[in-house]
């Protein structure tokens, strides 16, 4: 594994603009839901470190791992590394913050974003506790060559065959209990596909970072023929529930091509097929004050949201113009399925679409989400998918898609159990057609037993 180093000012801010107005739906949505009792959007991924593989830098000059922040404050962190990974990259922050770009979109109070040399570290700290959105986002990373000159890069496939490991050192000075919500992030370079996992400070706050630091895993496909890879750490805090003044610090990241068979063999969990009309408990959900799909209901093809019809339009919400823009709904079930922590899921969703016949009309689909949390709503995990262009992984009419996904559940929340949604997510500032339907065929869920 290659330790970046990136002493220039970062050259791929407008490739973030887009990252951060995405960024901004969803955090709106995402706040939505939580009030709306599903915690649905935002999710932990953390653990206590253990000793396994995975992708804590490597010094090979010397011939140990590197300390991040200093060693005071990662005991613990150097002893876990049992082989490395050269095919990875790391970011440590030792000597800048090698060309990851901090954001605070429009729209949302202030978020101080700050480099710090002493801690070797990045920073967030919120302003309010109500309407404060702040990411720091990596340089493009490509896969198997740089995207820009000197840039990083992985060496690995892409599509559903591959997958990847990133791992997030994290910490806080707050109590666990009212710790802003965080989020780690993976997408493609394009934007096309984002695996995100994220998490609240609900009760204890038992998946959030506090000090010393925690390692947040976060495993992730790319899509077939992905160029390049972005990874983002991000902190809301939006509930009204959790402190402002708090600083997140981020000290580390890193990005390994993996292999499922390290983790185990797949065990069935749950098979759904949602092709005769068959609702199996999920309900349609919405999340106001953001207007609502106009339409949902199950048929032959599964379970479908569509935001207007063809000739209707949206009525729009007053207040926050983010809203006013956007439509959110979801189809969403509680299930009795236990969630077992420490524990590697795999899940795949299969998706078609009513509106989009040809190969051009994909582009104009709306975005998506397939989603999973567990019932304490301290964590979840999703895949957002956005239509990009004509070469994008988007179902048609006739032709759906499959998606796979994994989330490794932090020991915290054994015991729990599941809860699945299949969002629709409209805003207007897109060039998504709102009258085109989105539809859940089917939905699998394994374990991955060592």
């Given at each position: ?103 605070n979109p429009p729209g ?145 990241a890193s990005a390994v ?39 949902f209901r199950p048929d ?151």
């Amino acid at each position: 594994m290659n330790t970046y180093r990136h002493n220039s000012p970062a050259t791929h801010i407008v490739r973030l603009c887009a990252s951060a107005w995405r960024a901004c739906r969803d955090a709106f949505s995402l706040a939505v839901a939580v009030m709306v009792c599903l915690g649905a959007n935002l999710s932990a991924a953390g653990e206590p470190v253990e000793r396994v593989q995975h992708a804590i830098a490597w010094d090979a000059a010397r011939g140990q791992p590197v300390l991040f922040g200093g060693q005071d404050r990662t005991r613990g962190f150097a002893d876990t590394l049992i082989r490395t990974l050269p095919a990875g990259i790391a970011f440590d922050f030792s000597e800048s913050e090698q060309g990851w770009v901090f954001g605070n979109p429009p729209g949302f109070s202030k978020v101080e974003g700050s480099y710090k040399p002493g801690m070797r570290s990045l920073s967030l700290i919120p302003s309010d506790n109500r309407n404060s959105f702040g990411f720091w986002g990596s340089p493009p990373i490509g896969v198997n060559e740089p995207m820009e000159p000197g840039g990083p890069s992985v060496r690995g496939g892409t599509g559903d065959g591959q997958l990847y490991l990133a791992e997030f050192l994290a910490a806080s000075d707050g109590r666990p209990a009212r710790v802003p919500d965080m989020r780690t992030r993976t997408s493609s370079a394009d934007f096309h596909r984002s695996d995100v996992i994220a998490f609240i400070s609900v009760g204890r706050g038992d998946v959030s970072p506090a000090e010393p630091p925690r390692l947040y895993r976060h495993f992730f496909l790319l899509p077939q023929n992905a160029d390049g890879l972005g990874l983002h750490w991000d902190m809301l805090n939006t509930s009204g529930m959790t402190d402002a003044g708090v600083e997140l610090e981020l000290l580390h990241a890193s990005a390994v091509p993996t292999e499922e068979s390290l983790y185990g063999s797949p065990e069935p969990v749950m098979r759904l097929s949602f092709r005769d009309g068959e609702a199996f408990g999920f309900t349609p959900r919405t999340g106001a004050p953001i207007p609502p799909p106009a339409e949902f209901r199950p048929d032959a093809r599964g379970l479908l949201i569509r935001g207007t019809t063809p000739s209707g339009k949206a009525e729009p919400a007053s207040g926050n113009p983010w809203l006013s823009s956007m439509i959110f709904g979801f189809w969403g079930r509680e299930t009795s399925v236990p969630v077992r922590g420490g524990t590697l899921y795999r899940f795949e969703w299969t998706v078609e679409t009513d509106g989009a016949a040809t190969l051009q009309s994909r582009v104009h689909v709306p975005t998506f989400r397939l989603r999973v949390n567990d019932s304490s709503h301290q964590t979840s995990y999703y895949i957002n998918i956005d239509s990009r262009d004509e070469t994008s992984r988007i179902p048609r009419d006739g032709r759906p898609e499959t998606y796979v996904g994994y989330f490794k559940t932090p020991p915290e929340i054994d015991g729990g159990t599941w809860i699945l949604s299949f969002d629709y997510l409209y805003a207007a500032e897109s060039d998504d057609n709102p009258s085109i339907a989105i539809i859940l065929k089917e939905f699998r869920m394994d374990k991955l037993r060592p």
